[in-house]
């Protein structure tokens, strides 16, 4: 089991599970969060189920309520953090900050809206809040909307994402997405990165399960590979997914589990074809004794222009390669001239 050392209060938190060179039979997990140093209330709770499927791994999000929690900002909270597995319990002590409820005083509506500020104190629970609002004529019904407060902290590292393609070709086997992660004094981190890929498909994601992967960063960096199969488990007819664009989610967690950064690289594009090839300027009619000059540019799916990639002109079978701007010019033939077809007489 991996998680962060502190959990936000109110907030959704990623909680790795995992069953290292097993091959049995599925495995239920259950994730519990319960108060400190009692353990006689459960605060929070969530399952998963490990199967051959997904390597037997999962990420698994768990949300602690803020109701059990100290106002004291100068109180340092924590819980146990347990997962139950069929033959063993795994656990570890977190810590949690602290939850403060703030009142708003009365408004009036004007025309039936009321829109106005409020200044959070410097001291506030970071997490999941609630905005109630209640009319005097009938108290007893209220009506609420929810928000996020989040802490504005310049993480100590980051993480950054590169494929080695910007698309993936329906008849590719796997992509390879490098990781890289530095301090941001220079040094490289070390430490577990637990990455996801999925589909996007009209603004909402969906993950491919079969492709959670545990990956280790040495020195500052580490490389994810996502498998044909990752994606055929989840969607049998990949070409359903064309034009498409593939996500990858990181999530690294360094090496003594003091903090994670979450990263996210999107419109990896699922193609029919690397290439797009357009004629420029070439001639629409072929003239005997003549060469014939080819041009044609040729461009990524993303319309960027495609270098070093190589052209052949057939019949004739007439070789070249593109430019830096995607262009390539070939002459394809030099027929004969007059005087070769004439004889003396």
């Known amino acids: 089991m991996s998680a962060p050392n502190l959990l936000r209060v109110g907030t959704a938190e990623n909680v790795f599970v995992e069953c290292q060179d097993y ?33 037997f791994q999962e990420l698994v999000q768990i949300m602690i309520p803020t109701g059990d929690f100290s106002k004291d900002p100068s109180i340092k909270q924590y819980v146990y953090l347990q997962a139950q597995f069929p ?30 500020d409020y200044q959070l104190a410097e001291i506030v629970s970071i997490g999941l809040w609630k905005v109630v609002t209640k009319f005097h004529g009938n108290p007893q019904q209220s009506f609420s909307a929810e928000f996020e407060v989040k802490e504005y902290v310049l993480p100590s590292f980051e993480v950054k994402l590169n494929p080695t393609s910007p698309f993936f070709y329906v008849d590719d ?51 994810v590979t996502l498998k044909r199969e990752h994606i055929t488990t989840t969607f049998e007819n990949i070409e359903e997914l064309v034009t ?60 960027t222009p495609a270098r070093g990639v190589a052209v052949v002109v057939e019949p004739g079978t007439v070789n070249g390669f593109t430019a830096d701007n995607g262009m390539a010019r070939l002459t394809k033939y030099k027929g004969p001239t007059t005087d070769d077809h004439c004889k003396d007489e």
């Open 23 to 55: 091959t049995g039979a599925d495995k239920r997990v259950e994730i519990h969060v319960m108060n400190h140093p009692t353990k006689n209330k459960r605060l929070a709770t969530a399952s998963v189920t490990l199967t051959a499927i997904n390597k």
């Open 87 to 116: 033959d063993r319990l795994l656990e570890k002590v977190v810590l949690t900050p602290e939850g403060i409820i703030l009142p708003l005083d009365p408004v009036s509506l004007k025309s039936g809206i009321h829109s106005g």
């Open 173 to 223: 086997q796997e992509l390879t997405v490098n990781i890289k992660a530095m301090y941001l004094f220079g040094q490289e981190v070390n430490g577990m990165a637990y990455v996801v890929f999925g589909v996007i498909n009209d603004g909402e994601k969906k993950s491919f399960p079969s492709s959670l992967q545990r990956v280790p960063i040495e020195r500052g960096v580490g490389a």
């Open 244 to 303: 498409k664009s593939i996500f990858v989610a990181v999530s690294l967690l360094t090496e003594n589990g003091g903090e994670m950064v979450e990263a996210e690289l999107r419109n990896i594009q699922i193609v029919t074809s690397p290439y797009t090839i357009h004629f420029k300027k070439t001639p629409k009619y072929f003239k005997p004794g003549m060469s014939f000059d080819v041009a044609v540019e040729v461009v990524n799916p993303d319309n």
